[in-house]
């Protein structure tokens, strides 16, 4: 692990009980949902972590608690570095604090969190769906979302696809 990557991890074990460890050279701490605000934080003004590049989520689904891991990526930019937290979400209200305070671009990456798992951003200045139809029900990407039957067409498989069964019918 680079020193300096170490330091910081350490800092974030010191400071928020951060669990950290190295998986095929890639650096990863475990932070609280208490912690996450201001670890982010103090990783983007004590050691340059100007950049939020990831945010997304992890179903372990039909565990309960934590179901999710939200896993948010951090690049420093100017030390070639980067650092991923994870945070674990219990199910039954899957509830994590919003970083748009701390990092602009979270706004984005927080809705696709709330369209897609059903992960709330609390704090959120417009929590709404970015990816799916307002109208649409559920969340696609949690492992319980139930899947559709209906295949798919295009233009290699037009002639074998039977428009004429209902859908989900096979």
Same mark, same amino acid.
């Given at each position: 692990?680079?020193?300096?990557?170490?330091?910081?991890?350490?800092?974030? &074990?010191?400071?928020? *009980?951060?669990?950290?460890?190295?998986?095929?050279?890639?650096?990863? %701490?475990?932070?609280?949902? &208490?912690?996450?605000?201001? %670890?982010?934080?103090? @990783?983007?003004?004590?050691?340059?972590?100007?950049?939020?590049?990831?945010?997304?989520?992890?179903?372990?689904? +039909?565990?309960?608690? +934590?179901?999710?891991?939200?896993?948010?990526?951090?690049?420093?930019?100017?030390?070639?570095?980067?650092?991923?937290?994870?945070?674990?979400?219990?199910? &039954?209200?899957?509830?994590? +604090?919003?970083?748009?305070?701390?990092?602009?671009?979270?706004?984005?990456?927080?809705? &696709?969190?709330?369209?897609?798992?059903?992960?709330?951003?609390?704090?959120?200045?417009?929590?709404?769906?970015? @990816?799916?139809?307002?109208?649409?029900? *559920?969340?696609?990407?949690?492992?319980?979302?139930?899947?559709?039957?209906?295949? +798919?067409?295009?233009?290699?498989?037009?002639?074998?696809?039977? @428009?004429?069964?209902?859908?989900?019918?096979?």
């Amino acid at each position: 692990m680079d020193k300096t990557l170490q330091s910081i991890v350490q800092t974030l &074990e010191k400071d928020f *009980g951060a669990e950290a460890n190295e998986i095929f050279g890639e650096v990863e %701490a475990v932070v609280s949902l &208490e912690n996450i605000v201001a %670890a982010s934080q103090k @990783l983007r003004d004590d050691f340059d972590f100007a950049l939020l590049s990831t945010i997304t989520a992890v179903d372990y689904f +039909p565990e309960v608690s +934590p179901r999710y891991h939200i896993v948010y990526v951090f690049n420093s930019l100017s030390k070639n570095l980067q650092l991923t937290l994870r945070v674990p979400v219990d199910g &039954e209200k899957p509830i994590i +604090p919003t970083l748009t305070g701390v990092y602009k671009n979270a706004n984005w990456r927080e809705r &696709e969190l709330w369209d897609m798992f059903g992960i709330k951003a609390e704090g959120h200045p417009d929590l709404r769906r970015i @990816l799916m139809p307002d109208d649409w029900d *559920g969340h696609p990407l949690r492992k319980d979302y139930p899947l559709g039957y209906e295949e +798919p067409q295009f233009t290699f498989n037009f002639e074998e696809i039977d @428009l004429s069964k209902p859908k989900g019918e096979m």
